[in-house]
């Protein structure tokens, strides 16, 4: 689910709280090294998505922040700030030429570059977070 959270609004807010989980309190970040990202160079996204991005030739950042039971991305779109909040069940990571995020029917592809390099122990990161999470459901 996708939302505009240009301006702070409780309805949003509730719903990231629900879909994703309540955020790390600040004891909780320092334990686990970081919940967010650098911002990275968005490469490529789906056709859903297009309509989040600047139109001209800017180049398009996204960061990511995570949660308790999923993540959110952060799009930035010239003054506009778009959430994408993406619970750790429907998250797909790929990591071929470049590393996309896949959820819900969408993805977003970030440039292989210095900045996607630097963010590599972050993926690490959220990949443990969504083994762990996945172990409460174990059959």
């Known amino acids: 689910m996708v939302l505009d959270t240009t301006h702070y609004n409780k309805e949003h807010k509730f719903i990231i709280n629900e879909l994703v989980g309540r955020p790390y309190t600040l004891f909780e970040a320092f334990r686990i090294k970081g919940i967010g ?8 996204v789906s056709n859903n ?4 991005l600047n139109k001209v030739s800017n180049i398009n950042y996204a960061n990511i922040e995570i949660r308790k039971e999923g993540i959110l991305v952060y799009i930035n779109k010239g003054l506009k700030n778009y959430t994408w909040a993406i619970p750790y ?8 030429d470049a590393t996309s995020i896949h959820a819900q029917g969408n993805f977003i592809r970030f440039n292989m570059n210095k900045m996607l390099k630097e963010n590599k122990q972050f993926f690490k990161k959220i990949l443990n977070e969504k083994i762990k ?7």
Do not use: H
């Open 37 to 44: 990202s650098s911002r990275m160079i968005i490469d490529e």
């Open 49 to 52: 998505f297009k309509k989040y």
């Open 89 to 96: 069940y429907q998250l797909v990571i790929y990591k071929t």
């Open 133 to 139: 999470y996945s172990k409460q459901f174990s059959f």
